[in-house]
């Protein structure tokens, strides 16, 4: 009897998107993220959470106010290799209840906070791809060039918008329905 496969492969029909994507899912350890199909861990020093902590104090009451959610859950980018952990995002609390994922346009902002390992990711392909997903609003802590840059008006190109880079110290403004504005004084 042979071990060779016969015609009907139970995997030919898998998709390799979806395949991945459930992998990281399902990985028993440190969270990951797929950026342009490169698996990614996640583990960001403190002095990336302290900015991020700052962020979320400012943020707080507002979010509440909203009806909303705040943290870093995952975002799906059907059709593509990328799957992201977003350092803060604010969804809708009825779309984050009993949700795996959600969709960047189902975000009402997206922030990363940049390392030195993947700030031109943050940079240049994250901005990208969130304005293709329809990310409304994308705030790019940048902790290298020590400023902060407010994206919006997404579309299939990236954001037509841009407010920054600001130097931390002075203020950024978060439009509707935020309409607050945030201190970067301790950025």
């Known amino acids: 009897m042979s071990a060779l496969p016969s015609d009907e492969e139970p995997y030919g029909s898998v998709d390799p998107e979806q395949a991945l994507k459930y992998a990281?899912?399902?990985?028993?350890?440190?969270r990951v993220q797929i950026v342009e199909g490169i698996i990614e861990p996640m583990s960001p020093g403190w002095d990336h959470e302290s900015i991020a902590s700052h962020l979320r104090r400012q943020l707080t009451?507002?979010?509440f106010e909203l009806d909303c959610v705040m943290g870093s859950g995952d975002l799906d980018?059907?059709?593509?290799?990328?799957?992201?952990?977003p350092d803060v995002a604010v969804v809708p609390e009825a779309l984050g209840k009993?949700?795996?994922?959600?969709l960047p346009d189902q975000t009402l902002l997206v922030v990363e906070v940049t390392s030195e390992s993947?700030?031109?990711t943050d940079r240049v392909v994250?901005?990208?791809r969130y304005a293709?997903?329809?990310a409304p609003l994308y705030l790019l802590i940048d902790r290298q060039d020590r400023a902060c840059t407010l994206f919006s008006e997404p579309g299939?190109?990236?954001y037509t918008r841009a407010v920054g880079p600001l130097p931390f110290g002075e203020p950024i403004e978060l439009p509707a329905p935020f309409g607050l504005r945030v201190d970067t004084s301790r950025f």
């Open 77 to 85: 980018l059907p059709g593509s290799s990328n799957w992201y952990i």
């Open 61 to 63: 009451a507002r979010v």
């Open 156 to 158: 299939a190109l990236g």
């Open 24 to 30: 990281i899912q399902h990985h028993a350890g440190d």
């Open 98 to 102: 009993g949700a795996a994922a959600l």
């Open 118 to 120: 993947n700030a031109d």
């Open 126 to 128: 994250k901005r990208r």
């Open 132 to 134: 293709e997903y329809g």
